[in-house]
């Protein structure tokens, strides 16, 4: 599929149902997921964005080179953005990476410092929403986002492969 930000159907997850019965009636859900292979390595990101009135923005793209962390904060920073043009409100965002959730959410002296440019880019964005959490989840209640991470792994490598062919 060419087009990352596609609206395709597909199965619901254990977060979504949670999601479709928020009783806020503006709440706005993400997911995000990023891999790197090896990792580091090649970097692709996935993300998830659903708003009450059924929105849907699906995020798989191809992310450059980095480590695991790089990736999950690409995906972060992706869904952010997309909330913003969105005018998201009352969003609640879930990451399997505890790396990513734990450096935003922590103090700022607990900051990694590899990080600190994702970490600031990720908070300027998180500012520009008025009512927004990031929380953990495990990898199992992040299919989605990881099936879209995984699908712009496997486009990237068919851009890889085509370009060798040529």
């Known amino acids: 599929m060419n087009d990352p930000l596609s609206t395709e159907s597909h199965t619901t997850t254990e977060p979504q149902r949670k999601a479709r019965h928020s009783t806020h009636p503006t709440a706005w859900h993400a997911w995000f997921d990023g891999s790197a292979r090896p990792n580091p390595g090649r970097c692709a990101i996935g993300a998830l964005l659903k708003g009450p009135q ?11 080179y980095g480590n695991s962390s790089d990736a999950e904060y690409r995906a972060l920073i992706a869904v952010l953005q997309a909330a913003v043009e969105c005018s998201a409100e009352s969003l609640t965002i879930y990451g399997d990476s505890l790396v990513v959730v734990d450096d935003v959410n922590g103090p700022d002296h607990a900051a990694a410092a590899v990080l600190r440019d994702y970490r ?27 099936a879209l991470s995984q699908r712009a792994a496997l486009l990237a490598q068919e851009e890889i492969d085509d370009s060798i062919i040529e």
């Open 120 to 146: 600031a880019t990720a908070r300027a964005l998180l500012a520009q929403l008025s009512d927004v959490s990031l929380r953990w989840v495990p990898r199992h209640r992040n299919l989605e986002a990881d």
């Open 54 to 64: 059924g929105e849907l923005v699906e995020i798989a793209l191809p992310a450059g």
